[in-house]
């Protein structure tokens, strides 16, 4: 299993949107380097759900619900979509700072790739967060 971590504006789609659909597809994303991220991704892998803008903060996580497949809201181009399903709110949203906080996860593309919309998180990574947010 792999662990990705996604970036979201609140006021284009929320966590709470999120919630309250259950399942989303992923799309509209336009970079080369987060569309092959979307690409990579596989059925049942873990994701974290981060709000970029406002709170910056971990919200909670999801699982890959559909692996890539071409995206709906591209008129031109080869670009990629996922589904996501909802899994968990995290008890305490991680907040960017608290990351940063973190020497174990100064290596974490959220802090060295701050503007790619879909990374890839190793597992102690991934844990890492969940276990901030419990």
Known sequence: ??????KQEPDTYSWEDFVADGRTTWDGVRNFQARN??????????VLFYASVGPKC?????????EAFPDPTAD???WSAVELVV?????HPVTLD???ARPDL???????????????????????IVALGR
């Open 37 to 46: 991220n979307l690409r990579a991704m596989k059925r049942g892998d873990s």
């Open 1 to 6: 299993m792999n662990h990705w971590l996604v």
């Open 106 to 128: 100064a290596e974490l593309p959220l802090i060295r790739q701050s503007r790619l919309s879909v990374m890839p998180l190793s597992k102690a990574h991934y844990d890492a």
């Open 98 to 100: 608290a990351i940063k």
């Open 58 to 66: 971990v919200m909670g996580t999801a699982k890959v619900g559909r």
């Open 76 to 78: 031109e181009g080869d």
């Open 87 to 91: 899994d968990k709110t995290l008890e």
